[in-house]
């Protein structure tokens, strides 16, 4: 087997791209930055542009499965340009790689697995969200991630098996909201958004990485929601957060409106609670090795703890 990922050098990428080779699984990847692209015996990147549709077609030599993770990152302020980027980049991307396809005559690929995003789901404290779920969230995310899924979708008249795989709030030390929301913690000013009680349904980059690669090697279809088992509130995130890093919680909660004048329409990542449930791909066989918010924080922050070195490194901008 050989996959190709689009997304190859973001943080989720990289750790897929670590599964797979520890499987023995070389590794085809597209990049934009011509610099950065490598050539190895498991480690092939190619050349492409999806705003211009452009794509080098050699990708595809040998490719039994697709991991798409492109899409220009949703965590800036959400101006109109902004807000076109998100989309544009999550669309073109899957149309430049279906034409690609077709151009090709990649009769090999048998299966795409699509990032996609709890944002789909609706704001709210009580309920309890699956795959089934029909609603979908009014505004911006909901727009996006709607038309992000039903491009993918558009695979299936190649005869390919699609699945689409619901991100939450992703955890890392390396790169993603987990050490944005460290920085007001380890410098003592942390405390909850808002009223704390929003639910927020995260999983540990590892079981991710994990997650996706079990998709691509049971060729699943369908959609699967990548959440831990045990999603929590804001205010239990920011208290398990606190505690592994040793720090006190002083401060009350950050009122609504002052994430609201500071971010916009863009503090809705921060405020919104999606409660969501990733027992559909416990039911295929995925066993989450981090299923509580303490031990996967304290995993993450073992080695800080142990060396009392703060990460340097900082979150990557994903290459689409």
Same mark, same amino acid.
């Given at each position: 087997?050989?996959?190709?990922?689009?997304?190859?050098?973001?943080?989720?990428?990289?750790?897929?791209?670590?599964?797979?080779?520890?499987?023995?699984?070389?590794?085809?990847?597209?990049?934009?930055?011509?610099?950065?692209?490598?050539?190895?015996?498991?480690?092939?990147?190619?050349? !492409?542009?999806?705003?211009?549709?452009?794509?080098?077609?050699?990708?595809?030599?040998?490719?039994?499965? =697709? =991991?798409?993770?492109?899409?220009?990152?949703?965590?800036?302020?959400?101006?109109?340009?902004?807000?076109?980027?998100?989309?544009?980049?999550?669309?073109?991307?899957?149309?430049?790689?279906?034409?690609?396809?077709?151009?090709?005559?990649?009769?090999?690929?048998?299966?795409?697995?699509?990032?996609?995003?709890?944002?789909?789901?609706?704001?709210?404290?009580?309920?309890?969200?699956?795959?089934?779920?029909?609603?979908?969230?009014?505004?911006?995310?909901?727009?996006?991630?709607?038309? !992000?899924?039903?491009?993918?979708?558009?695979?299936?008249?190649? *005869?390919?098996?699609?699945? /689409?795989?619901?991100?939450?709030?992703?955890?890392?030390?390396? *790169? *993603?909201?987990?050490?944005?929301?460290?920085?007001?913690?380890?410098?003592?000013? @942390?405390?909850?958004? *808002?009223?704390?009680?929003? !639910?927020?349904?995260?999983?540990?980059?590892?079981?991710?990485?994990?997650?996706?690669?079990?998709?691509?090697?049971?060729?699943?279809?369908?959609?699967?929601?990548?959440?831990?088992?045990?999603?929590?509130?804001?205010?239990?995130?920011?208290?398990?957060?606190?505690?592994?890093?040793?720090?006190?919680? !002083?401060?009350?909660?950050?009122?609504?409106?002052?994430?609201?004048?500071?971010?916009?329409?863009?503090?809705?990542?921060?405020?919104?609670?999606?409660?969501?449930? @990733?027992?559909?791909?416990? /039911?295929?066989?995925?066993?989450?090795?981090?299923?509580? =918010?303490?031990?996967?924080?304290?995993?993450?922050?073992?080695?800080?703890?142990?060396?009392?070195?703060?990460?340097?490194?900082?979150?990557?901008?994903?290459?689409?």
């Amino acid at each position: 087997m050989k996959v190709l990922i689009t997304g190859a050098t973001g943080l989720v990428g990289q750790a897929i791209v670590k599964v797979l080779h520890s499987k023995g699984i070389p590794v085809n990847y597209l990049t934009t930055s011509r610099d950065k692209i490598s050539s190895s015996e498991d480690f092939q990147g190619f050349y !492409w542009n999806p705003s211009k549709g452009e794509i080098d077609l050699v990708c595809f030599d040998q490719v039994q499965a =697709i =991991i798409n993770l492109a899409g220009t990152s949703i965590a800036k302020r959400w101006t109109p340009k902004h807000k076109k980027r998100v989309l544009s980049s999550r669309i073109d991307s899957l149309r430049t790689l279906r034409k690609g396809m077709e151009k090709a005559g990649a009769t090999e690929v048998e299966c795409l697995v699509s990032a996609s995003a709890i944002g789909i789901y609706p704001d709210s404290l009580s309920k309890f969200y699956d795959e089934d779920e029909t609603e979908v969230a009014d505004g911006f995310l909901g727009e996006v991630v709607q038309k !992000w899924e039903t491009e993918a979708d558009a695979f299936k008249t190649l *005869g390919l098996v699609v699945s /689409k795989v619901r991100i939450g709030v992703v955890l890392s030390t390396e *790169g *993603g909201a987990l050490p944005k929301m460290a920085i007001p913690v380890k410098n003592f000013f @942390g405390a909850p958004l *808002g009223s704390g009680e929003q !639910w927020q349904s995260w999983v540990h980059i590892e079981d991710l990485a994990q997650l996706f690669v079990f998709v691509v090697e049971n060729n699943l279809k369908g959609t699967f929601n990548a959440v831990a088992p045990n999603p929590v509130t804001n205010t239990k995130m920011t208290k398990e957060l606190a505690r592994v890093l040793d720090r006190p919680l !002083w401060l009350p909660h950050v009122p609504k409106f002052v994430l609201r004048a500071a971010l916009g329409k863009m503090s809705q990542l921060l405020l919104d609670s999606q409660r969501v449930s @990733g027992k559909k791909i416990e /039911k295929m066989g995925f066993a989450f090795q981090y299923a509580n =918010i303490c031990t996967a924080l304290e995993d993450l922050y073992s080695l800080e703890k142990q060396t009392d070195v703060p990460s340097v490194r900082t979150a990557e901008k994903e290459v689409v």
